[in-house]
């Protein structure tokens, strides 16, 4: 399938609608929760057994987003789009086939196998495209798009636990909701496989620069490049800190205020989280549209600076002011999303956007492993201070210290991150042959 050019007039904001179409879709991952209780009682799981889907979803969604990561960039973002959503919609019916028969084994291998390969493939899929539309705004143009997987949620969740109250909660209902959504994700990540489209030079904007402007750096050449592990460590550090208290939330403010004259009940701690999901979507539009202007450098001083800082109000005076707690968790919530969506436009303007797609899916490993590492760091020290007969605050006093010092190691890495080396940039030749023959006949 031969990248879709643009023809001449076409606008260049039509192609963040379908990227949105894609990762509002599989922004569903963050809804999984919904669906924890139901497959619990349903299929008699313990919590460990029924995350497990989501956690399989999110290894592979790094693991194919690394692997597949240049053949979407060779193939162009069409090809990554149907790919993403043949995979993500099949993960789904396949997940429904495996509640209809109470085979749990078949929801692990449809939603967090399949579907996490359409994760991976579709979160990757319109980052170099949009970066070459908006060589002027490549911050604000990744921004949108991302927000899209971290507003994904908002929608999924009501309407996920509308589907199960209207079908029912047995496995008959979940298997009914399942077939839904993947049918129904398959229409909607259709628009973006229709709209989407390259353009057709390297200077999208007349007045603008050109895309392939300033250093050019291969995939291959970018991963043994110290620039590329920096903002390896950089991702990590800031995505534990943020998933840490993101998985957690309900609970830790709970806890937090169960010995005060202000306890919070368990519909005020949902509402909660609804706040630290509309804080993760709006840091990624916000703050990566803030980093075009004060430059990507800047940005991850203030995501990590700052976010040790909350932390560290948080251990310090959390449990005395509400409204200092939630202030602190909105604020670390959107820089978690911010780190997110600006770090495509910080690795084009230290690789260039020659192969900014491949590069991106390299690094995304890091939320891989953050995505265990900051879940294991709260609850395992949590469940250690229960059993050690602490309640409250004090269940989580060590995690947020180790939460402050990761951030710190972030914010080191971010200061080591130099230009890159000549030796690793792409031979101008070489790179206008590429180019030639990646345009389509």
């Given at each position: 399938m031969?990248p879709?050019?643009?023809?001449p007039?076409?606008?260049?904001?039509?192609v963040?609608?379908?990227?949105?179409?894609?990762?509002?879709?599989?922004g569903?991952a963050?809804?999984?929760?919904v669906?924890?209780?139901?497959?619990e009682s349903?299929?008699?799981?313990?919590?460990?057994?029924?995350?497990?889907p989501?956690?399989?979803?999110?290894v592979?969604l790094?693991?194919?987003?690394?692997?597949?990561?240049?053949?979407?960039e060779?193939?162009?973002?069409?090809?990554a789009?149907?790919v993403?959503?043949?995979?993500?919609?099949?993960?789904?019916?396949?997940?429904?086939l495996?509640?209809?028969?109470?085979?749990y084994w078949?929801?692990?291998l449809g939603?967090?196998?399949?579907?996490?390969?359409?994760?991976?493939?579709?979160?990757?899929?319109?980052v170099s495209?949009?970066?070459?539309w908006?060589?002027?705004?490549?911050?604000?143009?990744?921004?949108?798009?991302i927000?899209?997987f971290g507003?994904g949620?908002l929608?999924a969740?009501?309407?996920?636990?509308q589907?199960l109250?209207?079908?029912?909660?047995d496995?008959?209902g979940?298997?009914?909701?399942?077939?839904?959504?993947?049918?129904?994700y398959?229409?909607?990540?259709?628009?973006?496989?229709l709209?989407?489209?390259v353009?057709?030079?390297?200077?999208?904007?007349?007045?603008?620069?050109?895309?392939?402007?300033?250093v050019?750096?291969?995939?291959?050449?970018?991963?043994?490049?110290p620039?590329?592990?920096?903002l390896?460590v950089?991702l990590c550090?800031n995505?534990?800190a943020?998933?840490?208290i993101?998985e957690?939330?309900?609970p830790?403010?709970t806890?937090?205020?169960?010995?005060?004259?202000?306890?919070?009940?368990?519909?005020?701690?949902?509402?909660?989280?609804?706040?630290?999901?509309?804080?993760?979507?709006?840091?990624?539009?916000?703050?990566s549209s803030?980093?075009?202007?004060?430059?990507?450098?800047?940005?991850?001083?203030?995501?990590?600076?700052?976010?040790?800082?909350?932390?560290?109000?948080?251990?310090?005076?959390?449990?005395?002011s509400?409204p200092?707690?939630?202030?602190?968790?909105?604020?670390?919530?959107?820089?978690?999303?911010?780190?997110?969506?600006?770090?495509?436009?910080?690795?084009?303007?230290?690789f260039?956007?020659?192969?900014?797609?491949?590069?991106h899916?390299?690094l995304?490993?890091?939320?891989s492993?953050a995505?265990?590492?900051?879940?294991?760091?709260?609850?395992w020290?949590?469940?250690?201070?229960?059993e050690?007969?602490?309640h409250?605050?004090d269940?989580?006093g060590?995690?947020l210290?180790i939460?402050?010092?990761l951030l710190?190691?972030?914010?080191?890495?971010?200061?080591?991150?130099?230009?890159?080396?000549p030796r690793?940039?792409?031979?101008a030749?070489k790179?206008?042959?590429d180019?030639?023959?990646?345009?389509?006949?």
């Open positions: 031969s879709p050019v643009a023809p007039g076409w606008s260049r904001w039509l963040p609608p379908a990227a949105l179409s894609v990762h509002l879709s599989i569903q963050y809804a999984w929760s669906f924890k209780p139901p497959l349903a299929l008699h799981l313990d919590g460990t057994e029924s995350a497990l989501f956690q399989l979803a999110i592979m790094g693991l194919s987003a690394a692997f597949g990561g240049t053949l979407v060779r193939k162009g973002p069409r090809w789009m149907t993403a959503l043949v995979c993500f919609s099949s993960g789904f019916l396949i997940s429904a495996g509640a209809a028969s109470e085979q078949l929801i692990v939603y967090g196998f399949v579907g996490g390969i359409g994760l991976g493939i579709g979160y990757i899929s319109p495209t949009l970066i070459k908006f060589p002027d705004r490549p911050g604000m143009a990744t921004g949108i798009a927000m899209g507003g949620a929608i969740s009501p309407w996920s636990a589907m109250q209207s079908f029912g909660s496995h008959s979940i298997a009914l909701a399942f077939l839904t959504h993947g049918l129904v398959a229409v909607f990540m259709s628009l973006g496989v709209l989407v489209r353009p057709r030079s390297e200077k999208p904007v007349a007045a603008g620069p050109s895309a392939v402007d300033g050019q750096v291969s995939a291959r050449s970018a991963v043994r490049t620039q590329f592990w920096c390896w950089v550090m995505v534990t943020g998933i840490g993101l957690k939330a309900a830790m403010i806890d937090f205020f169960s010995g005060t004259s202000t306890p919070v009940s368990a519909s005020a701690a949902a509402g909660f989280v609804a706040l630290l999901s509309a804080a993760n979507m709006a840091g990624r539009i916000g703050w803030a980093s075009d202007r004060i430059g990507r450098k800047n940005i991850y001083r203030l995501y990590l600076g700052a976010g040790a800082l909350m932390y560290l109000l948080i251990a310090s005076f959390g449990d005395s509400k200092l707690f939630i202030l602190c968790a909105l604020v670390i919530l959107s820089f978690y999303g911010g780190g997110f969506a600006t770090v495509p436009a910080y690795l084009k303007d230290l260039g956007a020659y192969q900014v797609g491949a590069i899916g390299r995304l490993t890091a939320w492993t995505g265990v590492l900051g879940p294991l760091i709260v609850n020290i949590a469940d250690h201070q229960k050690a007969g602490k409250g605050p269940l989580y060590l995690s210290m939460m402050i010092g710190v190691v972030g914010f080191v890495a971010n200061e080591l991150v130099r230009p890159v080396h690793h940039h792409v031979p030749p790179e206008a042959a180019g030639r023959r990646e345009q389509p006949a």
